[in-house]
């Protein structure tokens, strides 16, 4: 298999309404998940881009501030990763919209599996 050099990743999921500990449990998961998938495809570097490693709304950052600096993370990433239960975060649906605009590879978690969006 031929390596690929790096690519980028925003994982998004939902973080409003979870207790600060659980919220940052689930993405650390879901990086060390996304990490690992695109290791397996070739890819010699995974920057991964995980909003619970920056202050946010439980440090008292306003919930659209997260929004526009998570949507400048975004711009930075080749793809997005949507982990499980991402469906119930208003700011995990826009970011996927707002990556789907600016034509960034979507990847959503499914019933265990990593798959491709198209």
Known sequence: MEKKKCIKVYVSGKITGLEYSVAKHNFVV???QVREYFIKKG???????????KPG???GVS?????????????????????KGWEDSK???ME???A???????YQEIHGEICRLI
């Not at 501030?65 to 949507?71: A, H, L």
């Not at 789907?100 to 979507?106: L, S």
Request: glycine share 4%; net charge negative.
């Open 30 to 32: 879901g990086s060390v």
């Open 63 to 83: 919930y659209e501030d997260c929004m526009e600096i998570d949507f400048m993370y975004i711009n930075k990433c080749d793809a997005i990763y949507l982990m």
């Open 100 to 106: 789907q605009f600016m034509n960034k590879v979507v």
């Open 96 to 98: 996927k919209k707002y």
């Open 43 to 53: 890819y010699e570097q995974v920057a991964i881009f995980n909003p619970m490693q």
């Open 57 to 59: 709304i439980h440090q």
């Open 91 to 93: 700011g995990a649906q």
